[in-house]
T-cell receptor, first 111, second 113 residues
Framework: QKEVEQNSGPLSVPEGAIASLNCTYS??????FFWYRQYSGKSPELIMS????GDKEDGRFTAQLNKASQYVSLLIRDSQPSDSATYLC???????????FGAGTRLTVKP | SAVISQKPSRDICQRGTSLTIQCQVD?????MFWYRQQPGQSLTLIAT?????????ESGFVIDKFPISRPNLTFSTLTVSNMSPEDSSIYLC??????????FGSGTRLTVV
């Protein structure tokens, strides 16, 4: 079983819709969880972090964490064409020194 | 968060040669991480570089192929040795920006011909 699993997509949503990205992880000792956005040809950039169960909102982005189900999600409200990118889920096992990345979900927002 | 300057941004190299990638961080960091990202794939950790000690390599990566230097707390290099076309990839350095996850350099796009 992969340590961090994501649907590879592609996920396509119309402009203005909600995009929902999902991620599961295998290690119950995981302590912190991140979503990175990677535009084509660019390096990943951090957009959300979450450490405790529940929801965390930042602008149009909401991260959701359920440690019992080992599940992390990212919701993007009012999706824009500029949100089109690959979204990487990352899980930190120990003290920010053992980050594991999922394969990424490619999101396309159609005008 | 830290700012990382990575160079070169891209290179085309001949088979059998070596390329050294440099990363300079604008603050002192204990650990630096080197990743490879093959086309259409996610990030694979190559090794973790600690200042003053040998790098720790992940399974499938060896020091002879990917020697790493870490002379101080703000700088590291990764060398891709005896390159083959299979080494064509994007190479990324990163540092921990706790509690904000990792910050990445801009990447080095390597093509081996």
């Amino acid at each position: 079983q992969k340590e961090v699993e994501q649907n590879s997509g592609p996920l396509s949503v119309p402009e203005g819709a909600i995009a929902s990205l999902n991620c599961t992880y295998s290690d119950r000792g995981s302590q912190s969880f991140f979503w990175y956005r990677q535009y084509s040809g660019k390096s990943p950039e951090l957009i959300m972090s979450i450490y405790s169960n529940g929801d965390k909102e930042d602008g149009r982005f909401t991260a959701q964490l359920n440690k019992a189900s080992q599940y992390v999600s990212l919701l993007i409200r009012d999706s824009q064409p500029s949100d089109s990118a690959t979204y990487l889920c990352a899980v930190n096992i120990i003290n920010n020194n053992d980050m594991r990345f999922g394969a990424g979900t490619r999101l396309t927002v159609k005008p | 968060s830290a700012v990382i300057s990575q160079k070169p941004s891209r290179d085309i190299c001949q088979r059998g040669t070596s390329l050294t990638i440099q990363c300079q961080v604008d603050s002192q960091v204990t650990m630096m991480f080197w990743y490879r990202q093959q086309p259409g794939q996610s990030l694979t950790l190559i090794a973790t570089a600690n200042q003053g000690s040998e790098a720790t390599y992940e399974s499938g990566f060896v020091i002879d192929k990917f020697p790493i230097s870490r002379p101080n707390l703000t700088f590291s290099t990764l060398t891709v040795s005896n390159m083959s076309p299979e080494d064509s990839s994007i190479y990324l350095c990163s540092v921990s920006s706790s509690p904000w996850g990792y910050t990445f350099g801009s990447g080095t796009r390597l093509t081996v011909v």
